[in-house]
């Protein structure tokens, strides 16, 4: 027997058992104390060890010890002000706590946040638990994938937002708008004058999507589209699961009633996209390649699927079916819920200053003079110079993502020597960094200037970044910009738009959005023109 073995086997109710029995199920007992013992102790080392690394760092007050600056760091207003506040007092890089024992070290300073964007993908990836949510819904699309996997898909990803394939889509941002705009006709003609525009705009940019990736027109705008609620429905199921503690893992959250809606809608996009995606790979084999990319040449728009089935990587291996769904369903949601809050947020700032609206208006006419019909045309677009300053402030104050979270496999050095230690938790702060003023003079100032050619010059890339930076930055960003411009051209053309009495309260969910909706006031400058009336009636719901 074991030494202090009676004592054990009494505690442990094994008097009944033969000795050799019983001193097995003691090794045992003792085996795996030692072992807890060690993990616990392990545990407690390194959480000193990373305490010891981060004292260099500072930080806010606690809220207190257990929840750390969890309360203190919601998607509120509230908020996004301490946050600010938090900026003009530690200008480079602070530490906030995710509970009592996650530290995670926030940048807000372009020389500090160049350290992490500069490093390769596998330095400084996604943190799982982050983007972990998205993985059900977009699989091992872009946002979500690393490594290797990451770097093939990119690569073969890249031709589908060249400027060659992205000249037709500005027909379709001309349509999509054209037809946002007849609702607002009609709604103005009954007196409803204030609208919600980012709900508006979000469908419109949905109705894109939708002929882009898939050349599938739902008529989201006019009428409910089940594919387009449910991914409405998942993007408010992430955001809600996000702050709910007990919900981050997925055996309980998938036993909720929302665990199984978020299931059912996955379900229902995962459908529609493997159907579209059946249907083109059946034409495709039907004409081979050559007269599928023939008749494409003949008026018809080369879309996201088109491009994705046709590519091929270095050594002829096409992507699957699979990854084709996966890749089709990331671009379908980075692309809507952003593009619309830059668009959206635009609208805010220049409805409060009317002098910007004005030039943009004026830029606008200017250029569409004898157009007909009155649409943005590829080559229009870098003849916008003022919109396009208007356009970069707004998302300087108003980033559609306002961070990005990285998890370091090795150690970062910082300008200073200070180390963000191997396995730490790093926060890209793209809403601090924006409104830092050790960055930009005046931050809570709405100034285009700020992004004439001659400022730029002295710029620092890092000092505006509302698509990320480095290796993982957004591979859509020359889509969004696109359809940026032609929506808020054709929308400053043809309305004034004026601030809402209620302040709109930021809401930084998936994206920054408002409060209960971005309410605007938008008065029609014209009688209905050309690109409108071709375009049904719009029923009055």
Not at 35 to 52: D, E, G, H, P
Not at 134 to 150: A, Q, R
Not at 410 to 437: A, Y
């Amino acid at each position: 027997m074991l030494p202090g073995s009676k004592w054990l086997s009494h505690q442990l109710g094994l008097e009944g058992l033969s000795p050799a029995v019983s001193s097995g199920i003691i090794l045992c007992f003792w085996a795996l104390s030692t072992w807890i013992l060690a993990q616990v102790s392990s545990s407690v080392y390194r959480y000193y060890t990373i305490c010891q690394y981060f004292r260099c760092f500072p930080q806010p007050p606690l809220q207190n010890w257990f929840v750390g600056h969890l309360g203190m760091v919601n998607p509120r207003e509230e908020s996004l002000k301490y946050i600010i506040s938090t900026v003009a007092t530690f200008r480079e890089a602070f530490l906030i706590w995710r509970g009592p024992f996650q530290p995670v070290v926030s940048l807000c300073h372009p020389d500090y946040i160049r350290p992490v964007t500069s490093a390769s993908a596998y330095v400084a990836p996604k943190d799982d638990l982050t983007y972990g949510f998205f993985k059900p819904w977009l699989g091992d699309g872009l946002l979500v994938s690393e490594g290797d996997k990451w770097s093939q898909h990119w690569c073969l990803l890249a031709p589908a937002f060249h400027f060659d394939i992205l000249k037709p889509y500005v027909k379709i941002f001309n349509q999509s708008t054209d037809i946002m705009h007849a609702k607002w006709r009609h709604l103005c003609a009954e007196g409803s004058t204030y609208l919600d525009v980012f709900d508006h705009i979000s469908l419109m940019t949905l109705d894109s999507l939708q002929k882009c990736i898939f050349s599938h027109d739902s008529n989201c705008q006019e009428k409910p589209s089940p594919y387009i609620s449910s991914i409405l429905e998942l993007s408010v199921l992430i955001t809600k699961r996000f702050n709910r503690f007990l919900q981050h893992w997925d055996s309980l959250y998938f036993l909720t009633e929302e665990g199984r809606l978020f299931s059912e809608a996955c379900r229902l996009v995962h459908d529609s996209t493997n159907n579209v995606i059946q249907a083109r790979k059946k034409v495709l084999a039907e004409q081979g390649p050559e007269a599928f990319l023939k008749n494409k040449g003949k008026g018809k728009t080369m879309d996201f699927i088109d491009v994705l089935l046709l590519a091929k990587d270095e050594n002829g291996k096409s992507l699957s079916d699979k990854e084709i769904q996966e890749e089709a369903n990331t671009f379908m949601f980075e692309g809507h819920d952003t593009t619309a809050s830059g668009i959206s947020w635009a609208l805010y700032n220049l409805a409060h200053h009317q002098e910007h609206q004005d030039r943009c208006h004026q830029e606008i006419q200017e250029l569409l003079r004898g157009h007909q019909p009155e649409e943005i045309e590829w080559d229009d677009l870098s003849q916008m110079p003022f919109l396009t300053m208007c356009i970069k402030e707004s998302m300087r104050l108003h980033p559609p993502v306002t961070i990005v979270v990285r998890k370091c496999t090795k150690d970062i050095q910082l300008p200073d020597s200070r180390i963000i230690p191997k396995g730490s938790v790093c926060l890209i702060h793209i809403f601090g960094t924006h409104h830092n003023p050790a960055v930009w003079p005046n931050p809570e100032v709405y100034d285009p200037y700020r992004f004439d050619a001659q400022n730029t010059q002295k710029m620092s890339p890092l000092a505006f970044m509302p698509f990320s930076a480095g290796p993982r930055n957004c591979i859509g960003q020359n889509f969004a910009m696109s359809e940026m411009k032609v929506v808020l051209a054709l929308t400053l053309l043809r309305f004034h738009v004026l601030p809402h009495e209620k302040p709109a309260q930021r809401k930084a969910d998936l994206i920054l959005r408002a409060e209960d909706g971005l309410w605007r006031k938008v008065e029609p400058l014209q009688d209905p023109s050309s690109p409108e009336t071709h375009l049904q009636e719009v029923p009055q719901n």
